[in-house]
């Protein structure tokens, strides 16, 4: 049998292959997904790839398969571990570190200001796959960055080195990394160009870049152009990548996966007006952040410790917790054990979505209370997604995510609103169609209608929400109020001055 196309994610443990035939019709089609142990760690990607299409070959029912094209996503050989410098921590230094973590990297240090013996010695065990360099809004400040570089160069690594910092240190990059440095260099736009200014994805598409040069020579993966003849992207990455287009087609979007080891959430989606008004630093509108104490296999242990045993025990009791614990193995085999993971996986969305969403708080100073916004806003979000083996195969998934809402019990939390739609990546192929829409757009938006059962409107909805429960929308409203008494009662005093208000401005009576 021929397809048109294979998608395969490498894992770190599994490797699975998803098949599609039809791509470019108006009716393309998932035919079925195979899996097999990844085979990087005994050196031969293909070992694994080959297994998986054998598995796959095995639940079709057919002796062998052929293909015109095999796309990737992996997050084996240790994904793509990164270290990224910048300036000053809030401002340079977390974009590169948001262009990083959206493009699908692992992040293992940042540093902000010039680097220390202390940094230089942490950059050399980390060993890292790509070094990103940033500093300086353009036409700022130059020495941090170019001090930067040249350390990294002096460390004799021979790492590809990204460079997003303050245009006018460009040529000074290039003659620090040059053709005897040993590391490839790529220049992309300043990820921090101007105070209160993201502009991450430039720097995103090279980083994805960059791991595809750097994939097919990590150790195992050597040969895996024999059988991958497409792009090759960070999981991660793909995810993004997919919840952009969903973005595209149905506004405002979060999505959650829940994994054995962690949990990200991936968010597309712009802030309101109001709390624009009084955000106290900027937010990409594309966000990705990974918690990696969060994972329901992985770190069960972890989750366990945070809910407290005594309260999981009254959450769930007709359990044997212990029994439980010892007897779970990556995938729950029983209704003790699926209660048992559905109550870690609640507990995992709730407590990554507070992480990676802002929240409203009051700053008290000498002319008294004021409120601010930090972090991301979601309030805005029309459509959460679960995908991963949790939010797609467990059977209260869909009550899981609707618990978001209802944790937002002070209203001040940046959440999405209980209006939310929730939606399952029900074929569980979210990250496969991420890379497979580099190349096939429309059909992979059609394949997304279908595994989330969800037929995509005509024209995406990004309209105003509102909520009664919002407490942050009541707090803004009074403070409107208050300027705009303040605002009254100075015109009344201006004209009881004698002034007189002619094109908007007040000036004195002759």
Same mark, same amino acid.
């Given at each position: 049998m021929k397809v048109d196309v294979l998608v395969a994610e490498i894992g770190s443990t599994t490797t699975v292959v998803n098949a599609f035939k039809d791509i470019n019709t108006e009716d393309p089609i998932f035919l079925a997904q195979g899996q097999a142990p990844t085979s990087v760690m005994d050196g031969d990607v293909r070992i694994g790839l080959q297994g998986a299409i054998d598995d796959l070959c095995k639940k079709m029912g057919i002796d062998s398969l052929e293909y015109d094209e095999m796309l990737a996503t992996s997050s084996a050989a240790g994904g793509l571990k990164m270290t990224v410098h910048g300036l000053v921590y809030d401002m340079t230094a977390k974009a590169a570190k948001e262009a990083a973590l959206g493009a699908g990297a692992i992040i293992h240090y940042v540093t902000a200001g010039k680097l220390r013996r202390t940094d230089i010695k942490k950059i050399k065990e980390i060993k890292p796959n790509l070094i990103l360099i940033a500093g300086g809004v353009d036409y700022g400040e130059r020495d941090t960055a170019v001090y930067n570089a040249e350390m990294i160069r002096n460390m004799g690594l021979n790492t590809p080195i990204i460079y997003a910092g303050n245009v006018e240190n460009q040529e000074e990059i290039k003659l620090i990394f040059d053709e005897e440095s040993g590391s490839k260099l790529y220049i992309v736009e300043n990820v921090y160009p101007k105070i209160d200014d993201l502009n991450v994805e430039p720097a995103r598409k090279v980083i994805?870049?960059?791991?595809?040069?750097?994939?097919?020579?990590?150790?195992?993966?050597?040969?895996?152009?024999?059988?991958?003849?497409?792009?090759?992207?960070?999981?991660?990455?793909?995810?993004?990548?997919?919840?952009?287009? +969903?973005?595209?087609? #149905?506004?405002?979007?979060?999505?959650? =996966?829940?994994?054995?080891?962690? !949990?990200?959430?991936?968010?597309?989606?712009?802030? $309101? =007006?109001?709390?624009?008004?009084?955000?106290?630093?900027?937010?990409?509108?594309?966000?990705?952040?990974? %918690?990696?104490?969060?994972?329901?296999?992985?770190?069960?242990?972890?989750?366990?410790? &945070?809910?407290?045993?005594?309260? &999981?025990?009254?959450? +769930?009791?007709?359990?044997? +917790?212990?029994?439980?614990?010892?007897?779970?193995?990556? #995938?729950?085999?029983?209704? =003790? %054990?699926?209660?048992?993971?559905?109550?870690?996986?609640?507990?995992?969305?709730?407590?990554?979505?507070?992480?990676?969403?802002?929240? @409203?708080?009051?700053?008290?100073?000498? $002319?008294?209370?004021?409120?601010?916004?930090?972090?991301?806003?979601?309030?805005?979000?029309?459509?959460? @997604?679960? !995908?991963?083996?949790?939010?797609?195969?467990?059977?209260?998934?869909?009550? #899981?995510?609707?618990?978001?809402?209802?944790?937002?019990?002070?209203?001040?939390?940046?959440?999405?609103?209980?209006?939310?739609?929730?939606?399952?990546?029900? =074929?569980?192929?979210?990250?496969?169609?991420?890379?497979?829409?580099?190349?096939?757009?429309?059909?992979?938006?059609? /394949? /997304?209608?279908? $595994?989330?059962?969800?037929?995509?409107?005509?024209?995406?909805?990004?309209?105003?929400?509102?909520?009664?429960?919002?407490?942050?929308?009541?707090? /803004?409203?009074?403070? %409107?109020? #208050?300027?705009?008494?303040?605002?009254?009662?100075?015109?009344?005093? /201006?004209?009881?001055?004698?002034?007189?208000?002619?094109?908007?401005?007040?000036?004195?009576?002759?």
């Open positions: 994805q870049d960059a791991f595809e040069d750097h994939i097919i020579h990590a150790p195992g993966m050597e040969h895996v152009r024999d059988m991958v003849n497409g792009p090759i992207i960070p999981t991660p990455g793909a995810v993004m990548e997919a919840t952009k287009l +969903l973005n595209e087609c #149905i506004g405002n979007v979060v999505v959650l =996966d829940v994994g054995g080891a962690t !949990t990200d959430v991936h968010s597309v989606c712009e802030e $309101s =007006d109001q709390i624009a008004r009084i955000m106290i630093s900027p937010e990409p509108k594309a966000k990705r952040t990974v %918690e990696g104490d969060l994972g329901v296999y992985v770190n069960m242990k972890n989750i366990v410790e &945070l809910i407290g045993e005594e309260k &999981l025990a009254e959450d +769930l009791p007709n359990i044997n +917790l212990q029994t439980v614990m010892e007897s779970y193995k990556a #995938i729950p085999k029983n209704d =003790d %054990e699926r209660a048992f993971v559905e109550r870690l996986t609640k507990e995992a969305v709730v407590r990554s979505v507070e992480r990676h969403a802002g929240q @409203i708080r009051y700053i008290y100073g000498p $002319s008294g209370r004021s409120t601010v916004a930090e972090g991301k806003d979601l309030t805005q979000v029309k459509y959460i @997604i679960g !995908t991963g083996g949790a939010l797609t195969r467990l059977p209260h998934r869909v009550e #899981i995510m609707e618990d978001i809402a209802k944790h937002n019990e002070t209203g001040l939390l940046l959440f999405p609103s209980e209006s939310a739609r929730i939606l399952v990546d029900n =074929d569980y192929i979210i990250a496969s169609l991420g890379v497979l829409s580099k190349k096939y757009k429309e059909g992979t938006i059609k /394949l /997304l209608e279908k $595994s989330l059962n969800f037929k995509f409107p005509a024209k995406k909805d990004d309209g105003p929400i509102r909520s009664a429960k919002a407490a942050y929308l009541q707090e /803004l409203e009074r403070l %409107e109020a #208050i300027e705009n008494k303040k605002k009254k009662e100075l015109e009344e005093h /201006l004209r009881e001055e004698g002034y007189e208000c002619i094109n908007g401005e007040y000036v004195k009576k002759e």
